[in-house]
């Protein structure tokens, strides 16, 4: 059966995706990207559950690696499960503002659960992986 969205669910998705990466920075508004409940996987396999626990791991990084940092991503892929639900894979990384070398900088792909609820996309789930040499 043909899933009923539109092209303005993903531009909606996409903006929503843009917002996160300009939130880069700010630990809260970056969580607020994100359901009350999301589930955070980083990269080294740590989990993060809620916005607390979001917020608080990213205030970490924020103020230590991360600072003086931007993320930088784009949208592989878009793929709608419901009407409410899409799978988002992307790929990223991170700039430094201070001239600090990026050369260990990993570049990441990972997924995003988008969920629309109360109107409005959110992310539910985030997944992290550094992408491999060939």
């Avoid at 607020?32 to 916005?51: K, L, Q, R, S, V």
Wanted: glycine share 8%; hydrophobic share 40%; proline share 2%.
């Amino acid at each position: 059966m043909p899933i009923d969205v539109t092209y303005a669910d993903e531009v909606e998705i996409r903006d929503h995706y843009r917002r996160m990466i300009d939130a880069w920075g700010d630990a809260a508004a970056y969580a607020e990207c994100f359901t009350p409940d999301a589930d955070y996987i980083i990269a080294n396999g740590m989990i993060e559950h809620g916005w607390k626990e979001i917020v608080d791991g990213h205030e970490i990084i924020f103020n230590a690696w991360a600072r003086d940092s931007r993320l930088v991503g784009v949208i592989a892929s878009i793929r709608f499960i419901t009407t409410d639900v899409a799978l988002l894979i992307a790929h990223g990384h991170i700039e430094y503002l201070d001239h600090r070398s990026s050369d260990g900088n990993k570049r990441t792909v990972y997924s995003l659960v988008a969920h629309r609820t109360g109107g409005r996309w959110l992310f539910a789930a985030y997944q992290n992986t550094p992408v491999g040499g060939r």
